[in-house]
């Protein structure tokens, strides 16, 4: 199957509602659909994805969330968002609502955390807003506000991402984007997390998470995407682990964990606020939309929707959403695909895989392969009686 | 496809040895660009001015001529890197030729404006006896075809420089011009062929900012376009598109800065040598496969 990406909106964001009809559990039943057809293709066998909790598990009145399973041969994960409060914080320690990735073996199904069940240790804990920030946690969240899922299952390069984000004139909101797709390069379902920034100092975070070997572990975003006043954005970036083990050893050819092609990354800092501009594509087909970030300091994160790309049944397209368009000030720049990433050794230099020219004096000189050379030729084995009495070193000017 | 290098270091004991190596260089790039230019019969490279051109200077003002046409009329690129043998002064520049003014500017290399480069740094002047590193490299397979010609008057960070680096942007199949002042400070000139603009950049597209670990050798190296920022043009320019720009499969990039002539050896088998302060890497060696 091709892209798809599919849109809703509500009048009134009510995210605890458990109708079928409102954002909780539109968000499960196109996930549960993903995960279907994902599931369904023999290479994923392996690394079957699962709704474990949805919406409708909550148990409190405030409380809302999900758990989904990410299959793993070794290591299945599970990926839990959870909040106990519509009022929602206005910082990273305000805020009630989770991320939570742990190891399925970590997590008791219960009915502890407002259904959501428990981890006795997590891989990675962030507290999560979703939402509304004045500068007092309130009010809840009862803005207008949409769903906006891109999903692809095409084999190797799967992806669901889902968007949150308010529509209206209030600017103290922040959009919640999570991206979850498949790259040949690692084992399991890359995790990437964006929030947006509506005001600068205010709460931004950007989480990502990827595969080294069996192990699930923090990532970066490399390149890295373009910041400030350079008001462009990019696509071919891809995720690189924060580590120092496994494919991301010092030495090891480590190849690209590129995120879908969609998705654009750089900064536009000065465009809408509300982080809903759209913008024709400048260099070819296609519509440009923001879904994250407008301020300093935040990633911003676009999405390229192809001409005639369709929505899931009973949704509608990306085009019908409120956005408002953006006729200037930003530039994009696809990348060439970047290749493979050769890792140096762990500090520099080592004098095994990188020698620099702090070359440790005359025995570092002959250990270095290219200054080494320098002292060969004049008819010694290097060094002392071989160097020519007069002019330069020794070999030159011999292409 | 291994880059050819030529290692023309010297020695610091045997007076002022960068004029000298400046002129031996000059000797390489014409061999070079005769090739190139043979091969490139569309495309026209030449040296305006050469280090023994200007009395009391040294260094080269490059003209690129493109295929490409804007209003009718070849596009030429224009890059220069001057020291002032007096002062040391080195100015450094990569831009338009139409904003390029013959004459007796910097001892006859004349004024090029517009662009972007700097005039802040400075080599080593006489007493100081320093050696030399200084590596010539180049290719002339098709399409992916450079000269490079790097130095390093000492391993501080404003002792060392790519004072040429002449090279096909792969994107778009034209010559473009780039260089580094003597403190890492890139200027390079494009031209984008797709929506037909200059493109200028002082940077390469990095994976990693830092000079520390994780040290990484990327490739294709490719530049960061200078964008028009809302702070410095008004009205604010439309939305645009850039087409990338990126260099030869033989240059790539490493992380490490102002380590000229450092040397690394991937896991891949292949053997790059680092050119300059700015992360730039020659291939020496293919890989095993």
Sequence with gaps: ?399 | MAATITDLSRRGDQGFALPALFGEVAGHLVTWLTAANDQNPTQLLSVLTGPTGAPGFCGWTLKARLAALSGGQPVELISQWVANLSSGAVTTHAGLASAFTAGSALGGHGSLTGGVGTTSSLITLPPQPLPLGAVVAYSLAAGQEFFCFAFSQHSFSNRQAVALLIAKDVVSAQWHLSLTDMAGVIATVAWNLARPQVLLSTAFRADYFSSAAPLMLVRPAQWLPITPTVFYQQPLPPVQWWDPVALPADLALYNRTFTSLGYIKPADGSEWLQLGPSRLVVRLKDPVS
Excluded at chain 1, 103 to 122: C, I, K, M, P, V
Excluded at chain 1, 311 to 339: H, K, N, Q, Y
């Design chain 1, 1 to 399: 199957m091709t892209l798809t990406c599919s849109a809703l909106q509500w009048p009134l964001w009510n995210w605890t509602s458990k109708l079928a009809t409102d954002p909780g559990l539109k968000l499960a039943e196109a996930f549960t659909a993903f995960s279907a057809e994902v599931n369904a293709t023999p290479a994923n066998a392996l690394v079957p994805l699962q709704v474990i909790k949805d919406h409708s598990a909550a148990t409190g009145p405030t409380t809302y969330g999900y758990v989904w399973r990410l299959g793993h041969p070794q290591t299945p994960v599970l990926l839990s968002f959870s909040n106990s409060s519509k009022v929602q914080g206005y910082n990273s320690s305000s805020s009630s609502a989770r991320l939570q990735l742990g190891l399925e073996s970590a997590y008791t199904n219960d009915s502890s955390n407002g259904g959501y069940g428990s981890f006795s240790a997590t891989l990675f804990s962030v507290n999560a807003g979703l939402s509304h920030y004045a500068s007092d946690g309130t009010p809840a969240w009862d803005l207008a506000g949409f769903l906006l899922i891109q999903a692809d299952t095409t084999p190797g390069r799967e992806f669901f991402c889902y968007t949150i984000a308010p529509i209206g004139t209030d600017i103290n909101t922040q959009n919640h984007t999570l991206l979850l797709f498949r790259s040949p390069a690692v084992s399991g379902w890359s995790v990437v997390l964006n929030r947006s920034n509506s005001y600068t100092g205010m709460f931004y975070s950007q989480n990502s998470y990827t595969w080294s070997n069996n192990a699930l572990v923090a990532a970066s975003i490399i390149p890295l995407p373009p910041t400030g006043s350079d008001q462009q954005l990019i696509r071919g970036c891809g995720l690189y682990a924060n580590t120092s083990s496994g494919v991301f050893a010092p030495g090891t050819i480590q190849p690209r964990i590129a995120l879908p092609d969609c998705f654009w990354l750089g900064s536009n800092q000065l465009s809408d606020p509300r982080r809903l501009g759209r913008v024709s594509n400048p260099g070819g087909a296609g519509t440009f939309y923001q879904l994250a970030a407008a301020y300093s300091g935040a990633t911003d994160l676009w999405y390229l929707n192809p001409p005639g790309t369709q929505p899931r049944a009973g949704w509608d397209t990306v085009g019908s959403l409120p956005w408002s368009t953006i006729p200037d000030r930003l530039s994009f720049c696809p990348l060439l695909t970047p290749g493979p990433v050769a890792m140096g050794p762990a500090t520099g230099p080592d004098f095994l895989i990188d020698w620099s020219t702090a070359a440790l004096g005359a025995a570092g000189v002959r250990q270095h392969p290219f200054y080494a050379k320098q002292l060969q030729g004049g008819g010694g084995t290097g060094g002392g009686s071989g160097r020519p009495s007069t002019g330069v070193l020794w070999p030159r000017g011999t292409p």
